[in-house]
């Protein structure tokens, strides 16, 4: 290296330098986890804008996360300073797409300030199409149609591309039409869905060549980080984009596909060397993160996938430290563990940002937030929400609180509609006036309003079994063990019916979350004691600038590396995931094996496996295995460890068990302390005292009619106009009104003629 090279060539490898400076054709830059893909990448874009072969705004750069894109562009300021400040195309595709499709909205009948719709909206639009068509939603989720629309948009298919085979898919051959629907609809809304950003676009420059050639024209440099996660969609349109320059530099790990669940296709990277003949193929083989213990570790795991298109990786960092194995008892036990080697690492000087707790899946989250907030460890959740504000969590803890609680009103409005109980807007309208108008909460609005003609015999019944089903789980919940009560509760008003009814991946992880929140529960000695606790989690007062440690899934950790990395849960059903196991096919596992690649490679020094040989499920103990992938691990560059805190005769008998596999995957027996304590019958004593109180204060709230009406009296209502009072019963009037008759209303919404 000469003294004057410019700054971001230093410290780069010779691959590395080769992927920077040619800068001209199609570029595949294939190799592993932490060989400075992404660190070249960023090179590259700093080295056109440095020797000026292109302007900020003549380079496509596509990131995978809007938190990539951010780095790339500070990380590029700082190599050439505040050009990047204009670079307008560097962002995900969602983001790149979203923007390209304002200008040229109309040619696929949008207006540029089209509104982007978010999922639940998405649904809704299509629930509505579903039943437009006759179809029976329940037989026909509105989720599954989304879950197709966006596989086939993923893929490039516009409604008149599917096939029969498609369309068959969904209600019997009806997914095309339902499909084209939907797009109509969007169109007249001046809307579109994530799928569309691209797929717009696809056909925009499929069918407008002045369009395409501007294009063309204006990306003289396309660059892709994470390639093997593209979608064909992604692909199809990069295609177009660098058919003329042909400057195309796209990296990637074949290893690190961890997203064909949702269309990505690895297969990418093969048709890039078809469809960009001549392709100059870079390999990168020296990780520059982890320790040679840690990437060979990896590297052992990933062996077991075939069909690979193979890598050699080494280290310079040092052996550092074996990855360490640790068996614990159970899942309180794993929390409890990470929590004190990360107050031990802190109280060592080390700091929280440099630390982070991969899951598998998001659920899994809960018992490590539960025990930080405990012991005051500062957070963050990244990719996602923190478990307590999940949207399912919310609604069923509103539920909770509502039995425990009736005049929660807050809860109630959750989730009086949530699942649908044909209870219209205007029914809910005139319980809200009917509780502001005698001062008393909605439950108990709801309660008198029943027996009168205020809201359509429809609404009545629906609010009537509503609040037959609450006072029933409020006497439940003298009897019952509060996490039995909840799941009750989750089942009978329907809620939890309503998510398995969507059959998609998202509600999948919906229904997990909910269990883990009757696994909680479990830990609480009643209802009140785990609703208090809840409400404390919520208020969390850490700022944004305080060191916190990172929890997510592993999926959201692609592309990042920490210091110190915590993999929790490696045991069979949990990771690999039951879904993988209980799907069975190799391809399943082998993502899986991928996603275990990632998890591992993302440590820079330390990596700690962790399995609990119990978890409990649904109240019961259950043994479990370790992962597969445990057992993969190269014993060289391992150090098992099995710690107990309790129950030490009992790991033992448990350990042995393992020896014949099928006595370990019997379920267990209830023997672990939290379960024991949920299991005594009276603990619970503290939760209907409270309940009954606030029955009685609720009760006694504005029962008094009104003193301003008497029998004779000539009033007005809203809905049924002007009447005579004919009978007075507390607030409730019979009142025989001169156009529909008699009929039984509330004194609050009468008005003295
Ligand atoms: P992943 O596959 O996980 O996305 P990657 O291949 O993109 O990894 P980077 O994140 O770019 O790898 O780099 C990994 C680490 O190595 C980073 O901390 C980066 O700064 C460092 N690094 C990259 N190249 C070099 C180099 N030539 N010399 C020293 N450190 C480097
Ligand atoms: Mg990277």
Same mark, same amino acid.
Do not use: F, I, K
């Given at each position: 290296p000469s003294p004057d090279e410019p700054p971001y060539l230093r410290g780069l490898n010779a691959p590395q330098r080769e992927a920077v400076l040619t800068t001209e054709g199609p570029v595949l830059v294939l190799a592993g986890a932490g060989t400075g893909k992404t660190a070249a990448l960023t090179a590259r874009l700093a080295h056109l804008l440095y020797t000026r072969k #292109?302007?900020?705004? =003549?380079i496509l750069s596509v990131t995978f996360t809007n938190k990539a894109a951010r780095e790339m562009k500070e990380r590029v300021g700082r190599l050439v300073g505040d050009v990047v400040e204009g670079m307008p195309w560097l962002g995900t595709f969602h983001a790149i797409g979203a923007k390209m499709l304002r200008r040229h909205a109309e040619l696929v009948g949008l207006q540029s300030n089209f509104t982007i719709l978010d999922t639940d909206d998405q649904i809704r639009l299509l629930k509505q199409l579903i039943a437009a068509a006759d179809l029976d939603e329940k037989r026909w989720p509105a989720r599954q149609l989304a879950g197709l629309i966006d596989g086939w948009k993923n893929k490039g298919l516009t409604p008149d591309m599917l096939d029969a085979g498609d369309s068959e898919l969904f209600a019997n051959g009806r997914g095309q039409e339902l499909y084209r629907a939907y797009q109509d609809r969007l169109r007249a809304l001046n809307a579109c869905d994530f799928g569309d950003l691209l797929l717009h676009m696809l056909t925009i420059l499929k069918a407008h060549r002045d369009v395409l050639e501007q294009y063309q024209q204006r990306f003289k440099y396309i660059m892709v980080d =994470?390639? +093997? @996660?593209?979608?064909s969609s992604q692909y199809l349109w990069l295609r177009l984009l660098a058919q003329a320059s042909k400057n195309i530099c796209c990296v990637g790990d074949d290893d690190q596909s961890i997203y064909s669940w949702r269309g #990505?296709?690895?297969e990418n990277i093969l048709k890039f060397e078809r469809d960009f003949p001549g392709a100059a193929v870079i390999r990168l083989e020296q990780n520059y993160r982890s320790t040679s213990h840690i990437l060979a570790a990896a590297s052992g795991v990933i062996a077991n996938n075939a069909g690979r298109l193979g890598k050699t990786l080494f280290t310079d960092a040092g052996s550092g430290e074996k990855v360490e194995v640790i068996g614990i008892w159970d899942g309180p036990e794993e929390a409890r563990r990470v929590g004190d080697e990360i107050e031990a690492h802190v109280r060592g000087g080390?700091?929280? @940002?440099d630390t982070a707790i991969l899951v598998?899946?998001?659920? +899994?989250t809960r018992e490590f937030e539960d025990r930080f907030i405990a012991i005051g460890l500062n957070y963050r959740i990244v990719g996602g929400f923190r478990f307590y504000e999940r949207q399912e969590i919310r609604d069923a803890l509103a539920y909770l609180r509502i039995v425990h609680q009736p005049a929660d009103d807050l809860a109630f409005e959750r989730i009086v509609n949530v699942p649908k109980r044909g209870l219209g807007d205007k029914a809910l309208a005139k319980l809200h006036m009917l509780a502001r108008a005698q001062g008393i909460p909605l439950t108990l609005a709801a309660a008198r309003i029943l027996d009168t003609d205020e809201i359509t015999p429809q609404a009545r019944r629906a609010l009537g079994n509503f609040i037959g089903d609450v006072a029933r789980w409020r006497d439940m919940a003298n009897t019952l063990p509060h996490p039995e009560l909840a799941r009750q509760i989750l089942d009978e008003s329907g809620y939890t019916a309503m998510w398995q009814a969507e059959r998609s991946v998202e509600a999948s992880g919906r229904l997990e979350n909910l269990n883990e929140l009757v696994r909680a529960m479990e830990e609480y000695e009643t209802l009140g004691a785990f609703l208090e606790h809840v409400s404390l989690v919520m208020d969390n007062d850490a700022t944004a600038e305080d060191p916190k440690v990172t929890v997510m899934t592993i999926h959201a950790a692609k592309g990042l590396e920490f210091d110190t990395v915590f993999l929790v849960g490696w045991e069979e059903g949990v990771f690999p995931s039951q879904r993988a196991l209980d799907e069975g096919g190799l391809a399943s596992l082998e993502e899986e094996r991928r996603l275990a690649y990632v998890a591992i490679t993302r440590a820079r020094r330390r990596a700690v496996i962790m399995h609990a040989a119990n978890r409990r499920i649904y109240g019961q103990w259950t043994s479990s295995i370790p992962s597969r992938f445990i057992g993969e691990l190269p014993g060289e560059h391992i150090v098992e460890q099995n710690s107990m805190s309790g129950g030490e005769s009992l790991w033992r008998a448990n350990w042995s068990e393992r020896a014949d596999p099928f006595a370990s995957i019997a379920r267990g027996t209830g023997r672990g302390p939290g379960w024991q304590r949920a299991a005594t019958a009276g603990s619970f004593s503290a939760s209907p005292k409270r309940v009954t109180e606030a029955r009685a204060s609720a009760v006694s709230l504005g029962n008094k009619g009104r003193s301003d009406i008497s029998l004779g009296m000539r009033v007005f209502h809203q809905k049924f106009g002007y009447g005579t009072v004919a009978e007075i019963e507390g607030n409730k009037l019979e009142i025989d009104f001169e156009q529909a008759g008699r009929k039984r209303v509330m004194d609050s919404f009468v008005t003295i003629d």
């Open positions: #292109a302007w900020p705004s =003549e =994470e390639y +093997q @996660d593209t979608n #990505a296709q690895v080390g700091s929280l @940002d598998r899946a998001q659920h +899994q």
